[in-house]
């Protein structure tokens, strides 16, 4: 069946976000990472900000309280924790997407979440300590923690969040169909290698 | 760094040999696969079978005596334990096999090996298991046991042999340069993919 919906998982820093980017400009179709943040938190009331942190990083059993919950969404939550809720609408809105047609969609576990759908390649991007670190700090800049330390929070925490939601082992080959090393294999090749396996099928 | 090393790892009927036949077909260069088996039989003294099923399967606490070894033999293995002594006669062989010039070699934990090697392509096969379990009833017929509990095995004594060698995970997309699904993939494109990744460089 010829895939034309991509999702791209990736480590945080190993530009899989820009090789999703260049994938979608290039077949012309939508691009979804800050616009499925944004799509969720409509739906959850709760800040865009707030979902873009909470809904890749935060384990399952979250220690958020209903405190910091938007007016009127503790009763629609139905005692269900923060980071389930959120999970739950991300699912709803994931599918939906892919429903609508041709998309790249990155992050928020929509491998695992469109696992079941035979149009979708499910992509892999990850890359080593000193490639990444060296990425993070000439995009965002420096900051008070060494980029290995972020880099190994971020990493922890976006594991735990799969394997709770998912079951699956983060970064796992058998999970995708594909998985590239962007820094032996570069940025631009990787996207141009997702280009041609979609166009060979 | 040009790449003109290619190791191919793969699960158990993925069809990451034959897709490291064609790609070294085609490159015209050496494919290592039942030779390497051979040379470590040569220089160890083990007979070709035995060390090819030991060579990537059994863990490194052996439960095998110097019964099993040739003549000669055991003087010679210093106490080693059989698996030792083979997964250093293999690791002598692999990078003597890399100063020689370009090549293919399948398993026998050659990412590893290699891994300090910047002219290596690391390459990790995968696929279902129902996509596995119909192949190697296709190539190898049926036998006693099911399929998938073959499969099940090879999987499980791959990758305890894998992490007592290494200290890595089986199948961790982080090991390689590229993992690829063959049952979505396909074989041949598998192999297409990776002669236009040594081509672009």
């Given at each position: 069946m010829k895939k034309t919906i991509i999702t791209i998982s990736r480590q945080f820093g190993s530009g899989g976000r820009t090789v999703g980017r260049m994938v979608a400009e290039k077949l012309g179709i939508p691009f979804y990472d800050k616009e499925l943040v944004e799509q969720v938190a409509l739906e959850s009331g709760f800040a865009p900000k707030f979902v873009e942190e909470h809904?890749?990083?935060?384990?399952?059993?979250?220690?958020?309280?209903?405190?910091?919950?938007?007016?009127?969404v503790p009763g629609v939550m139905k005692g269900l924790s923060t980071a389930d809720f959120l999970w739950n609408i991300q699912c709803g809105v994931i599918l939906q997407l892919a429903d609508q047609g041709p998309c790249v969609i990155v992050g928020r576990n929509a491998d695992y979440i469109l696992k079941?759908?035979?149009d979708v390649l499910h992509v892999f991007i990850h890359a080593d300590m000193p490639y990444r670190a060296d990425r993070i700090v000439r995009l965002y800049g420096d900051s008070e923690k060494s980029p290995e330390s972020r880099l190994k929070e971020k990493d922890k925490r976006r594991a735990v969040n799969y394997q709770h939601y998912t079951g699956r082992d983060w970064?796992?080959?058998?999970?995708?169909d594909i998985c590239i090393n962007t820094a032996t294999i570069g940025v631009e090749q990787a996207a141009e290698l997702i280009l041609n396996l979609l166009k060979d099928e």
């Open positions: 809904g890749e990083h935060s384990p399952g059993k979250s220690l958020l309280s209903y405190a910091f919950a938007p007016q009127g079941d759908r035979k970064g796992a080959s058998e999970n995708y």
